[in-house]
């Protein structure tokens, strides 16, 4: 059994910075691929930032440069610093893990950035 436990979501305003926090337990070995993905309401769900075991990180062009992806492999957590949030960034923000042999989802946390 594998558990992902999303913390740091909540209501911000436009400008401001969150921290989400993602830690993985249970099961989970080979951690290939850690990331977070987004669902705004009537969107489809979206990558926001990835990163690979040996730290190669992807973002998506809408949060380069505002957003940090990072990982600690010892304690299988991943953390998404989102810096300069925009209305635009409201979301339910999910945790995602991937290896070889599983992909597994966190429950989300509500992002909401107020203008």
């Known amino acids: 059994q594998v558990q992902l436990v999303e913390s740091g979501g909540g209501l911000v305003q436009a400008g401001g910075s969150l921290r989400l926090s993602c830690a993985a337990s249970?099961?989970?070995?080979?951690?290939?691929?850690m990331a977070w993905y987004r669902q705004a309401p009537g969107k489809q769900r979206e990558l926001v930032a990835s990163i690979t075991n040996v730290g190669s990180t992807d973002y998506a062009d809408s949060v380069k440069g505002r957003f940090t992806i990072s990982r600690d492999n010892a304690k299988n957590t991943v953390d998404l610093q989102m810096n300069s949030l925009k209305h635009t960034d409201t979301a339910v923000y999910y945790c995602n893990i991937k290896s070889t042999y599983y992909n597994y989802w966190g429950q989300g946390t509500q992002v909401t950035v107020s203008t």
């Open positions: 249970g099961n989970v070995f080979s951690i290939r691929t």
